[in-house]
């Protein structure tokens, strides 16, 4: 049997993350990248729990062998079937405990090298949260503009371009509205989040800058770190403006188009829309937006948002940040982003 450490396991593209810890854990968070083969299911993790706290250890690791044995061909055949000749296994369960050397000495016992990782997924955690601070680079270039001038689209083409963008709202898993997560799901939480931002930083090792968007701190449900949000306030800022038309369009085309004619959608809009309506506290506004609700006369309710909400907390953000702003026209998201490059190919 072979332990490594978490560096070798991410600096190398020859190994494949196993992650042995029931379904409910690996959601919670694992490794980007590893497949889940579970040594117990949710149940029968919180099964074994009970048994540890009522009965003690031996009992819990007596029902836990009887549990296991049944399914040790299936779990040792899906991991052999996952190796090929470019990349080995590596075993993880919460901290390189008795799970992960379990299945690594059956898998050995059965013929095949077992590797595990040394310290498991907290030891992963514990090594990106060291390491982030250090791949960051130390100058930040930051697209500012009100919601919907194309400043997402423009990263996406920057770093198709192979620019060292850093796509938070990607990361996240969330567009940082209050309506950031319609059509796309929950935002990954802070673990999944912090193990994303570590990938896309060592991908981007060694660049002289990191092109980001100008969220603030909380995305969803996640938060950027400290030293971020810093190189951030004291960065390169380009200015995105467009016309307010190619605006609404924008933003009707990402979150109304493809779901208007979904139920769930028109609820979860009215559900949001309450929170709003508690801080604009404008009666006359208020009776505007639950009428284009009413209506769905959505295009309307984009134009009351950016006009009373939105575009105002936009413009008092933009006071956080330090240094003059480079405009740019970014009706065409693609011409945008072609003005920013060659600017920042004279830095």
Known sequence: ???????????????????????????????????????????????????????GNQTARWRAMEIVTPKLPSILSEIKNLETADAKTVIYCWRGGSRSKSVATFFELAGHLAIRLDGGYRAYRNYILEQIPKLLPSKAIILHGLTGTGKTNTLKWLQDKGYPVVNLEEIANHRGSLFGSIGIGEGFNQKTFDALLFQRLLEIKGADYFIVEAESKRIGRASQPQLMLERKASGFHFLIQCSYENRIERIFSEYVLPHKREDWFHTEIREKLNRIEKRIKKPDIIQSIKQAVSDRSYKDLISILLTHYYDPKYLYTLKDYSGDFICINGDDSEQAASEIVSVLDKI
Do not use: C, H, W
Not at 40 to 54: A, D, M, S
């Open 1 to 55: 049997m072979k332990d490594i450490k978490v560096d070798e396991l991410v600096q190398s593209k020859g190994y494949i993350p196993v992650d042995v810890r029931s379904p409910i854990e690996y959601a919670e968070a694992a490794i980007p990248g590893s497949v889940n083969i579970p040594l117990f299911t949710n149940e029968e993790r919180q099964e074994i729990g009970i048994i540890y706290k009522n009965e």
